[in-house]
């Protein structure tokens, strides 16, 4: 390969890129679920949150919501539920977005360690599109980072949460380990951490 073209790679590689997906914010919801930024588009299953095959999450809110980690995926198809997981939220009261609206992929994968943060998230825009919400769930380190940036807030034992402070509103920000294959954890205790605080929050 010619070193022009390694330059332009190393261009198009490293481009700016928008956050994809409007923030999921039933008016109603009680938890803000955030994580980093979406993988890239090669890599999803379907127009959604959390849209890799290999992702972890879906099959967390299973367990948790069914106890059936298949509940939600859409094995013919190689997919998830898109229809039924937005049920799902809608019913519960959960919102979803990630702290990160653009980024710069330092590699071509979905590694959080690989992003570099662009433009974060407004987070007091979002919380003032859902009242009734007084706890947000990092779902891995990438997002959590963002907080202990910007809002000066210590990072929790996992399960648990610090109290901060956002546009006047008390809020728990609570720490859960990451829906990512890569993190060395069996999915049943993930699901454990999850249920554990669903049920902390009123979602379950």
């Not at 923030?23 to 938890?31: G, I, K, N, S």
């Not at 710069?104 to 825009?125: C, F, M, Q, W, Y």
């Not at 509103?169 to 069996?186: D, E, F, T, V």
Request: glycine content about 4%; hydrophobic content about 40%.
């Amino acid at each position: 390969m010619s070193p022009a073209a390694t330059k332009v790679d190393t261009v198009l590689e490293h481009a700016i890129e928008s956050h994809p997906l409007q923030p999921f914010l039933p008016p109603q919801a009680r938890l803000l679920m955030l994580g980093s930024f979406p993988p890239p588009r090669a890599r999803w299953c379907m127009d959604f949150f959390y849209p890799n095959r290999t992702n972890m999450m879906w099959e967390i809110f299973g367990l948790v919501f069914f106890n059936d980690a298949s509940r939600l995926v859409d094995s013919e198809h190689k997919s998830f539920r898109k229809e039924e997981i937005i049920h799902l939220l809608n019913e519960r009261g959960i919102a979803i977005f990630d702290t990160a609206t653009a980024v710069r992929r330092l590699s071509g994968n979905a590694s959080d360690k690989d992003l570099e943060i662009v433009e974060k998230t407004d987070i007091p825009h979002l919380l003032s599109q859902i009242p009734l919400c007084h706890d947000i769930v990092c779902t891995g380190q990438k997002s959590f980072s963002v907080f202990t940036d910007d809002y000066g807030t210590s990072v929790p034992p996992m399960g648990q949460f610090v109290r901060l402070t956002i546009a006047s509103r008390s809020l728990r920000l609570w720490r859960m380990p990451s829906s990512s294959r890569a993190y060395p954890m069996k999915i049943e205790e993930k699901a454990r951490y999850y249920r554990d605080l669903m049920q902390q929050v009123g979602c379950l």
